[in-house]
């Protein structure tokens, strides 16, 4: 059942077009991610769904409704939902007076808001920080208060734009867990934006990609990271290695691909003659000093031009003569004392090809 | 605090102001006296209330806090007295700001009357003007005739700029009037003079504060002789030009007439005019400021010294002021 | 400066002996202004907000306009109220002129530029997000209107204070629709004004004394409540 439902919608600041005839649905209790580059539109798209700007066209529908018309449903709708925004900001009073505050303005009793702030403060794990004053706590605890306040009026749908932006690893664990905990205990519908693709892919049922103001591609979260459908969606994803090249043959589902004068396999139903960008993922690629066995197709012998550690894995530019960028582990990379400069067999399987066609 | 408890106070605080404005719309009845010798009178209700416009000399020289007392307790009003010069006394009376003028300068009186604003004109007490000026006396006018000192004035003035100032009110006063009216006997357009150079000094304020300029700035000015008898003590300024019938200074009070502005409180703007040509009062008059200043500050008009001043009888000047007047 | 330290002299014996007439003006001048800044702020504080909040065309010009204003000279201000509320005014049927009430006006009228535009810097201030904050958490424009006004407090405040020191400084409105009419629209400026034409410098500045310790003394009160809340 789609909760929202966007239908075309134009938004312009001034004379910038920042969305482009955007259409998607939302269903009711899922977590749903917005992710794309800053100044995609992701900010604007949530704040057109919290009712903070009016579109210049097109239209939005709550359970069905539209309700651009009339300034009493849209107070009506707009309390059904709330807002967190990348900037933690809090009001300069105590953290319960922060969190209290959505039920003062709809006239609840001080018993009842005491119970319920009460049960928030825990919710977010900040026992104890009633009187403290808001503008003291630190950026994790901040959006934490920011979270809470949102959520004490249980509304529908909560909007959550790039909350854990700023923050520590640890705040950022502790927040998406705080999420996750909304969604499955209250079965709130959760519409988040972010630039870190692999947060969507932790916490998302569903992402969809925004650039430009275009809406790219809208899948489940695992789609979306191995197979993207579209150049940029794939830079945007991680997916390091894309190379374009023509379609030699197709026979049988496997297909052969000429790339700088290097013959790839791959899996798809594209025909011969076709021009593709084959997509590799850094990770699906395998270094070895030896000449591998038969099991990868897919075998080159490269040069490393750069070695470069990063945390617990190493990032490996080579030359195979085409350019690619394999992930490997640290112990792997030391194992084969790997260094500028040096040989290696680089393989990848067919499987692990994603075949985009040109525009 | 509780935001409710806020609330209510901020409401009381409110209320309270506003209450108590109103309140003391009611006027402090306070005594005689400036404000080193205060009497403090009981605070009364709200009370009916006159307002006089009243030309600065009278107010200057105390005349007015001394009366007003009297008046106010007799008649049980308050009185507002407003310090203003002729000009804007008359503008006050046009419109109808206030209830009564007490001014002195006969010319713009009779047009006020003939113009319908004013009714009931009674004179109420005469002084003399005098030209003071710096013991030294630069200009050497000591004794002469007004008009004379005047062009004796203008002739030094233009040479010596520095040495021989002459400080006029500038104000469209009865004082100012007069002064206008010697310059012309003198034959001299009054817009010249204004032109004639830096030696003539416009100062724009009452007839104490500019006798006060005056001493300062040690040139000669053109007063009344009250307020320069109740200044006395305050400056180094000596009277050089006495007499001249021109310098001859009545003071009168007229009420606005209430054709005009039908709100105006004719009936007590009659008492007060009754009130100052009550004979009882034209004493008080003639003995203001003898024990203090050693002369008369201002002349009554009654007990038959108005012949003096080339009025008709008393008799006259003392029917009592009516209205509608039969 | 044996003059200062005589008017000195003289100011602390007008006070300790509670001289009538100088209690009198004093309360006046302190009633007239406080009077005149809640009323002020009343109208300016909420309308300020709702300036802020809204967009809409000529708002810049509006702020602009407001802006000029702060220079509003005081004369001209009871130059325009006597002029509408003589009798032959169109307010005039009122008859207030010459009357503390008339004052009021005359002084809201004076400060309200300042009230405004010092309101609106204070919520400028403000971060944009409190507004969508507010929003968000399903606040009408009212109440995010006023969640805005309380971040701000401290520069509105502050704003409202200026309000009162303009409004109990001033000299050239209070003269001209007041009339200084002694025992009813006499207050401290007006006071000081007329006693140093007369000559009265002493006694003049002994007043100028007694305001400035008025005006510290309201301070003081004024920033301990601040304090505690």
Redesign the interface.
């Known amino acids: 059942m789609f909760l929202i439902e966007v239908e075309d919608l134009y938004q312009r600041y001034g004379s910038k077009e920042v969305l482009k005839g955007l259409t998607l649905s939302i269903e009711k209790g899922e977590v749903f991610a917005l992710i794309g580059p800053t100044g995609a539109g992701k900010s604007t798209l949530l ?1 057109l769904l ?1 009712q ?1 700007e009016n579109p210049v066209s097109g239209k939005i529908h709550f359970a069905g409704k539209d309700v651009s018309n009339s300034p009493k449903l849209r ?1 009506e709708r ?2 059904k ?3 967190v ?1 990348q ?1 933690p ?1 809090v ?3 105590s953290v319960y007076d922060n969190i209290a ?2 039920l003062k ?2 006239g609840y009793k001080r018993k009842s808001i005491f119970k319920k702030v009460s049960k928030m403060l825990e919710m977010v794990a900040l026992k104890g920080y009633q009187k403290r004053n808001a503008r003291t706590l630190s950026g994790g605890e901040t959006q934490r208060v ?1 979270l809470a ?2 959520m004490v ?1 249980e509304p529908e749908v909560l ?1 959550l734009d790039e909350p854990t932006a700023n923050l520590d690893p640890l705040s950022v664990n502790l927040i998406e867990e705080i999420i996750l905990r909304f969604n499955y205990e209250q079965g709130t519908t959760i519409v988040m934006a972010t630039h870190n693709m692999s947060q969507g892919q932790r916490l998302a049922n569903r992402i969809s990609v925004l650039m430009e103001g275009e809406l790219i591609q809208v899948d489940r979260s695992s789609k979306i990271f191995n197979t993207p459908g579209d150049i940029k969606v794939a830079k945007f994803v991680g997916v390091e290695n894309i190379l374009k090249g023509m379609i030699i043959s197709s026979e049988d589902g496997v297909v052969r691909i000429n790339v700088n004068e290097q013959i790839i396999e791959g899996i798809s139903h594209r025909q011969a003659a076709e021009e593709v960008y084959v997509c590799i993922r850094p990770e699906e690629i395998t270094l070895s000093l030896l000449r591998p066995s038969i099991s990868a197709r897919n075998s080159f012998p490269g040069e490393i031009s750069l070695v470069a550690f990063s945390g617990p894995l190493v990032k490996i530019k080579l030359r195979c003569p085409f350019p690619l960028v394999a992930l490997i582990t640290k112990k792997s990379a030391e194992e084969m004392e790997l260094e500028a400069g040096k040989r290696v067999y680089v393989s990848f399987k067919a499987t692990a090809i994603h075949i985009i066609g040109l525009k | 605090m509780g935001s409710k408890i806020k609330k209510v106070l901020s409401v009381g605080l409110i209320l309270v102001l506003i209450s108590t404005l109103m309140a003391s719309s009611a006027k402090e009845a306070v005594a005689q006296g400036d404000v080193s010798t205060p009497k403090k009178v009981p605070l009364l209700p709200k009370m009916e209330r006159l307002r006089v416009a009243t030309t600065t000399s009278l107010y200057d020289t105390g005349l007015w806090s001394y009366l007003e007392p009297m008046f106010e307790q007799k008649y049980g009003v308050e009185l507002d007295i407003v310090y203003a010069g002729t000009g804007i006394a008359l503008q006050y009376g046009k419109r109808g700001d206030v209830d009564v003028l007490t001014i002195h300068d006969r010319v713009r009186e009779d047009k006020f009357i003939r113009e319908g604003y004013g009714v009931n004109r009674r004179c109420i007490a005469y002084n003399y003007f005098l030209i003071a000026g710096p013991e030294s006396d630069p200009a050497g006018i000591k004794g002469m005739l007004p008009e004379d000192a005047f062009k004796r004035l203008m002739e030094e003035g233009k040479k010596n700029p520095e040495k021989a100032k002459f400080i006029s009110r500038g104000d469209n006063s009865g004082t100012h009037a007069k002064e206008k009216a010697i310059w012309l006997k003198a034959g001299y357009e009054y817009e010249s003079v204004q032109k004639s150079g830096s030696w003539y000094v416009e100062a724009g304020r009452g007839m104490g504060p500019t006798l006060l300029m005056a001493s300062e700035m040690q040139t000669y000015t053109l007063t009344d002789k009250g307020t320069f008898l109740a200044y006395k003590g305050n400056l180094k300024l000596i009277p050089l030009v006495e007499k001249g019938k021109i310098l001859l200074n009545v003071y009168a009070a007229l009420a606005v007439n209430p054709e005009k502005h039908p709100k105006v409180n004719v009936k007590m703007a009659n008492n007060l005019i009754n009130f100052l040509i009550s004979d009882e009062v034209q004493r008080l008059i003639g003995e203001y400021g003898v024990e203090t200043y050693g002369m008369q500050l201002f002349t009554p008009c009654g007990g038959g010294k108005c012949k003096e001043i080339g009025c008709p009888t008393w008799e006259e000047c003392a029917k009592p002021a009516e209205w509608p007047i039969k | 400066m044996s003059e200062l330290w005589k008017a000195f002299l003289r100011a602390v014996e007008l006070i300790v002996n509670l001289d009538p007439e100088v209690t009198g003006i004093t309360w006046r001048s302190l009633h007239i202004s406080a009077t005149s800044t809640i009323l002020a702020s009343l109208i300016c504080v909420p309308l300020g907000g709702m300036i802020h909040f809204r967009s809409f065309s000529g708002k810049r010009g509006l702020i602009s306009i407001i802006q000029t204003f702060y220079s509003l000279p005081t004369v001209c201000v009871g130059l325009l109220v006597f002029v509408l509320f003589s009798r032959v005014g169109p307010l005039g049927r009122f008859g207030i002129l010459f009357t503390p009430t008339v004052m009021v006006i005359g002084q809201m009228i004076l400060i309200t530029p300042i009230l405004l535009g010092l309101t609106i810097s204070a919520l400028s201030g403000v971060d944009r997000t409190i507004k969508d904050s507010t929003l968000s958490l399903g606040a009408t424009e009212l109440q995010a209107i006023w969640a805005i006004i309380k971040e701000a407090r401290f520069a509105v405040w502050a704003a409202v204070v200026m309000g009162f020191g303009r409004a109990v400084s001033e000299v050239g409105c209070a003269m001209m629709v007041g009339g200084n009419i002694r025992g009813f629209t006499r207050m401290l400026t007006t006071a000081i004004s007329l006693e140093t034409q007369k000559g009265e410098l002493e006694l003049a500045l002994a007043l100028g004394i007694i305001l400035i310790s008025l005006a510290l003394v309201i301070n003081v009160i004024v920033n301990t409540i601040q304090q505690r809340y």
């Open positions: 704040r919290d903070l107070l707009r309390r939902m709330a807002m925004f900037k900001v009001f300069n009073a505050y959505p303005i709809r920011a306040r949102a009026t909007l």
